[in-house]
Each structure stands twice: as structure tokens, then as C-alpha cells.
């Protein structure tokens, strides 16, 4: 069964820090987005991507955040200078088609720990 | 804005019992879509059933049952025979037809659930 795979299952990062959370949607799917769960909070959407560009963006997604797919199979989110609130768990997810066209699958998630 | 609530953090059943687990979501959207999403430990969260608001019917997926009652804003899941491989972390969600880049993709805190052999 096809799956969306995230590495590192889990990353510690001193503050301030740059970290790149790698992401692997599945071969045939157009739509990438990115998801956190705070430990003990909802999770969050934090942005999706299409043909190449940010189609939204949540208001968490500041400027510190970036989204690229940089060979056409890796879907990365940066953050450029972590922050001890960025700690969560980061989940991407692909679909086909649009969001509520057809299934999203999820990855198992980047523990991200900012120290 | 759409709420979606789990009021059990968590749960446990014995081995081949039956377990429902609640959801409740607040919303003025007449159309919309809910969903029940597992995640076993350190493994990727996978959907185990849909449900179309304007469809009557409970979805239903082999062992996995809702009970969608649409005036009261309620959607919970029930687990027939319960087995092992269901411990996990279950998160209810809401989403509008239209929200066609997961922006306004809401999950519940969801519900640990312990199956006990």
C-alpha cells in the first residue's frame, strides 16, 4: 500500500537553529500539505502546496516558514530559526486530487523538539 | 469557525469487545464532510471512514461504524470486536466540499484508545 514517509521520525534542534523536515508524498499525487500537533493541542494545518506554488497558508506559516519540493519526489518544510514554541509534531500529507475530492494519506510525523 | 470536540482523552477495551468513541463538532455549514482518522504509535495516521453530511446512512467499514446524528452535531465511532492492532489514537475531523487545500481541515484532540488483550 502506497505511503507518505517523513524523516527524521524525530529531530532535536538547539533554538535558533535551522531545520528542514523531509517528506516523501506518494508517487501520483499533485496536492502536499503540511500539518503540526502541539503535545496536548488540535492539530493545526500550516499550509498546502500545488503545481509548484503555496495554494494557502495558515496564518502560523509566518515568514520564518518555507515549503519547496525540490526534485519532484521531496517535499520539505524549513524553518529558518527555530523557536522553543515550534516543538510539535509535523505532519505531511498528499492527496490526488483536491482535499475533498478524494482521500489525503498522512505520514507518521517529525517529532520536532527545539531545545 | 468549526469545532470539533473528543471529550475522552482516553480509552481502553478489552479484546473483542465493542468501544464507541464520541465527537461532537459545531458548525452552520448544511453540507460537509466528517471523518475518523487512526494513528497507531509511531505510524502514519490513516482514514477508517468517511461520512457526507447529506447522506443518511451511517458509513460503515468492516468492524468500523459511525453513528451520524446530524441534528444533534454528533458522529461517533464504534469499534466491533475489538483487536489489538486497533491501539492507537483516534481523531475526529470536519471538512467543508469546498475546502479544496486542507486549510480549514479540522481536527478533534482526538482519543487514545488501549486495547487490553
Known amino acids: 500500500e502506497p505511503e507518505v514517509t517523513q524523516t527524521p521520525s524525530h529531530q532535536v534542534t538547539q533554538m535558533g537553529q535551522e531545520v528542514i523536515l523531509r517528506c516523501v508524498p506518494i508517487?501520483?499525487?499533485?496536492?502536499f500539505y503540511w500539518y503540526r500537533q502541539i503535545l496536548g493541542q488540535k492539530v493545526e494545518f500550516l499550509v498546502s502546496?500545488?503545481?509548484?506554488?503555496?495554494?494557502?497558508k495558515s496564518e502560523i506559516f509566518d515568514d520564518q516558514f518555507s515549503v519547496e519540493r525540490p526534485d519532484g519526489s521531496n517535499f520539505t518544510l524549513k524553518i529558518r530559526s527555530t523557536k522553543l514554541e515550534d516543538s510539535a509534531m509535523y505532519f505531511c500529507?498528499?492527496?490526488?486530487?483536491?482535499?475533498?475530492?478524494?482521500?489525503?494519506?498522512f505520514g507518521q510525523g517529525t517529532r520536532l523538539t527545539v531545545v | 469557525a468549526q469545532t470539533v470536540t473528543q471529550s475522552q482523552p482516553e480509552m481502553s477495551v478489552q479484546e473483542a469487545e465493542t468501544v464507541t468513541l464520541s465527537c461532537t463538532y459545531d458548525?452552520?455549514?448544511?453540507?460537509?464532510?466528517l471523518f475518523w482518522y487512526k494513528q497507531p504509535p509511531s505510524r502514519q495516521m490513516i482514514l477508517v471512514i468517511r461520512?457526507?453530511?447529506?447522506?443518511?446512512q451511517n458509513a460503515t467499514e468492516n468492524r468500523f461504524s459511525v453513528n451520524f446524528q446530524k441534528a444533534a452535531k454528533s458522529f461517533s465511532l464504534k469499534i466491533s470486536d475489538s483487536q489489538l492492532g486497533d491501539t492507537a489514537m483516534y481523531f475526529c475531523?470536519?471538512?467543508?466540499?469546498?475546502?479544496?487545500?486542507?486549510?480549514?481541515?479540522?481536527f478533534g484532540p482526538g482519543t487514545r484508545l488501549s486495547v487490553l488483550p
Open positions: 500529507a498528499s492527496s490526488e486530487r483536491g482535499f475533498g475530492d478524494t482521500e489525503a494519506f
Open positions: 508517487s501520483n499525487h499533485l496536492y
Open positions: 502546496f500545488y503545481n509548484n506554488e503555496i495554494s494557502e
Open positions: 458548525t452552520s455549514e448544511s453540507n460537509y464532510y
Open positions: 461520512q457526507e453530511a447529506y447522506k443518511q
Open positions: 475531523a470536519f471538512m467543508k466540499p469546498e475546502d479544496n487545500y486542507g486549510q480549514n481541515f479540522v
